[in-house]
């Protein structure tokens, strides 16, 4: 077994930029009175997912197989993040006369839909979903947490190609 101390160190690194993104929107919820609306939920969720998988694999340590694994799965939950935040920021950047009217909460839709059904109509988004609130450099939160689901994904792929090829004996 191999040390790759780069790739444990960068799988860290991914997990505290995740715990550091949940915890920031812990403290916009909780300190600033930013509710989250369903997609700003659903990227929480792909930020979780991400954060677990990257622990994962630092305690993992794993080899070249197991490296690229790992980025395979870092960039499908990176990706469907994006997706979410892609289509999070579109819905902010409608105009009033176009943004959808406000649904119900996520609890609610959860509660009375099948899951497909649910995530259906929270990617239809609401008038909530349209509201920027907190911005820094011109970003909304969506707008950050789709730079930061861009960047993990690179983070796993440069992880995923980290290392060295072994040699046949």
């Given at each position: 077994m191999t040390f790759h101390p780069s790739s444990r160190l960068?799988?860290?690194a991914g997990f505290l930029v995740c715990a550091g993104l949940i915890a920031f929107a812990l403290y916009l919820q909780y300190v600033r009175g930013e509710d989250p609306c369903p997609l700003c939920m659903l990227q929480r969720v792909a930020f979780f997912a991400l954060g677990v998988v990257f622990a994962v694999a630092a305690l993992h340590n794993p080899a070249q197989r197991g490296r690229i694994g790992y980025g395979v799965v870092?960039?499908?939950?990176?990706?469907a993040g994006a997706a979410v935040a892609t289509r999070h920021v579109w819905l902010q950047s409608l105009p009033k006369h176009l943004v959808p009217e406000c649904g119900p909460g996520l609890d609610f839709i959860l509660s009375r839909f099948p899951l497909s059904k649910a995530i259906d109509i929270v990617l239809r988004g609401s008038g909530e979903c349209a509201d920027k609130g907190w911005t820094f450099l011109g970003l909304t939160i969506a707008g950050w947490a789709l730079v930061w689901f861009v960047l993990l994904g690179l983070l796993a792929v440069a992880l995923a190609l980290s290392g060295k090829p072994r040699r046949p004996a």
């Open positions: 960068g799988y860290l870092l960039v499908l939950l990176a990706a």
